[in-house]
T-cell receptor, first 114, second 113 residues
Framework: DTAVSQTPKYLVTQMGNDKSIKCEQN?????MYWYKQDSKKFLKIMFS???????INETVPNRFSPKSPDKAHLNLHINSLELGDSAVYFC?????????????FGPGTRLTVL | GNSVTQMEGPVTLSEEAFLTINCTYT??????LFWYVQYPGEGLQLLLK?????DKGSNKGFEATYRKETTSFHLEKGSVQVSDSAVYFC????????????FGKGTKLSVKP
């Protein structure tokens, strides 16, 4: 039974399009995250939600908008896609925002913008 | 700000060789320290963690000790296997409610039979 799932796994699209990536966790966790992994494998936090409230909003273009309809879901919507948005996007969850907890990662969504 | 520096790879070893991947950090307060592993085509998995100074995290033969005096959390394994081939990330979390992970750049390990 998958703990953190993401859809789609692969997403290929044209510049200027709008796309969404969905994430769901069945672990009963309160906190969810979006990370971006670039072509050199570097991982960086984008957003974090705790109990459906935004608690971390790093410096990302406002074309990226997260939405958390409930504690188990955190979706990422991207408007006006650009070439530089090509990356692997990982969703993760943890029991709460406290730093000592393990984060559980989804399998990633590889976004390719042509 | 907080940051993590780890040795850049790739690292190529023969099976049963000794592995060390160096990791040092800069942080205010008392961060928790982690090693995550990413196998090809997969998401990240926690390998081990330590939450206070002098703690040793261990799992699957891997070990790392939280050294506050040297701000280090080096990963070691006495005898690597081909199945250990992956990318290894050192990471920390800040204290308080900022629980996001701050990652090093990752070290790719390849183990040859």
């Amino acid at each position: 039974d998958t703990a953190v799932s993401q859809t789609p796994k692969y997403l290929v699209t044209q510049m200027g399009n709008d796309k969404s990536i969905k994430c769901e966790q069945n672990l009963g966790h309160d906190t969810m995250y979006w990370y971006k992994q670039d072509s050199k494998k570097f991982l960086k936090i984008m957003f974090s939600y705790n109990n459906k409230e935004l608690i971390i909003n790093e410096t990302v273009p406002n074309r990226f908008s997260p939405k958390s309809p409930d504690k188990a879901h955190l979706n990422l919507h991207i408007n006006s896609l650009e070439l530089g948005d090509s990356a692997v996007y990982f969703c993760a969850s943890s029991p709460n925002p406290g730093g000592a907890y393990e984060q559980f990662f989804g399998p990633g969504t590889r976004l390719t913008v042509l | 700000g907080n940051s993590v520096t780890q040795m850049e790879g790739p690292v190529t070893l023969s099976e049963e060789a000794f592995l060390t991947i160096n990791c040092t950090y800069t942080a205010t307060g008392y961060p928790s320290l982690f090693w995550y592993v990413q196998y090809p085509g997969e998401g990240l998995q926690l390998l081990l963690k330590a939450t206070k100074a002098d703690d040793k995290g261990s799992n699957k033969g891997f070990e790392a000790t939280y050294r506050k005096e040297t701000t280090s959390f080096h990963l070691e394994k006495g005898s690597v296997q081909v199945s250990d081939s992956a990318v290894y990330f050192c990471a920390l979390t800040q204290g308080g409610s900022q629980g996001n992970l701050i990652f090093g750049k990752g070290t790719k390990l390849s183990v040859k039979p």
